[in-house]
């Protein structure tokens, strides 16, 4: 089955690392985006991608990278710069906006 | 630029009475308004959505919502409640076309009561 897949579904980070947060998918979708999720804050948008090799920050980039090599895949680093990562990551692809977008069950990240 | 408000972060109903959370958007043009569940710890999965054809949209799991371009609402409905309908809606707006942000609202939490 086609579908979205972000690893790993838990991940603990220490103050000053970086860590990578995977998400890769099989539908052919053009388009992927990184979402965090905080209680109560809904969705934010971190970075998003509409084709190989070109990307375009979001509303909350600042703290993140990423990139897109292959249409497959868009993994996001979480870099020491951001100082309050503790959030639930979720990744999305789409064909057009109009269609939606479909998800990743996303990964919850803690800083320990 | 686009905005959804979702009035009440937090629902109570019946199991078998109405569900209807609420959904008002703010664009400048006609937009894209969708509605997705989320499950505890898990990712989102799209509901229904609005894209210009027919004003009253029907979804998975009994689901429908109806554009109201006079209120800007886009409020979501379910004749009969479910407890398996516990979970957390979001409402979410974009500008029509092929690529477009989206935004999210803050979501609303929907409690079923036996």
């Known amino acids: 089955d086609g579908g979205i897949t972000q690893s790993p579904k838990y991940l603990f980070r220490k103050e000053g690392q970086n860590v990578t947060l995977s998400c890769e998918q099989n539908?052919?979708?053009?388009?992927m985006y990184w979402y965090r999720q905080d209680p109560g804050q809904g969705l934010r948008l971190i970075y998003y991608?509409?084709?190989?090799?070109?990307?375009q920050k979001g509303d909350i980039a600042e703290g993140y990278s990423v990139s897109r090599e292959k249409k497959e895949s868009f993994p996001l680093t979480v870099t020491s710069a951001q100082k309050n990562p503790t959030a639930f990551y979720l990744c999305?692809?789409?064909?057009?906006?109009?269609?939606?977008?479909?998800f990743g069950s996303g990964t919850r990240l803690t800083v320990v | 630029a686009q905005s959804v408000t979702q009035l009440g972060s937090h629902v109570s109903v019946s199991e078998g009475a109405l569900v209807l959370l609420r959904c008002n958007y703010s664009s400048s043009v006609p937009p894209y308004l969708f509605w997705y569940v989320q499950y505890p710890n898990q990712g989102l999965q799209l509901l229904l959505k609005?894209?210009?054809?027919?004003?009253l949209v029907k979804g998975i799991n009994g689901f429908e919502a109806e554009f109201k371009k006079s209120e800007t609402s886009f409020h979501l409905t379910k004749p009969s409640a479910h407890m398996s309908d516990a979970a957390e809606y979001f409402c979410a707006v974009s500008d029509p076309g092929g690529y477009q942000k989206v935004t999210f609202g803050t979501g609303t939490k929907l409690q079923v009561i036996p």
């Open positions: 539908l052919n979708h053009d388009a």
């Open positions: 609005y894209t210009s054809a027919a004003t």
């Open positions: 991608s509409q084709i190989v090799n070109d990307f």
């Open positions: 999305a692809s789409s064909i057009r906006t109009a269609y939606g977008y479909t």
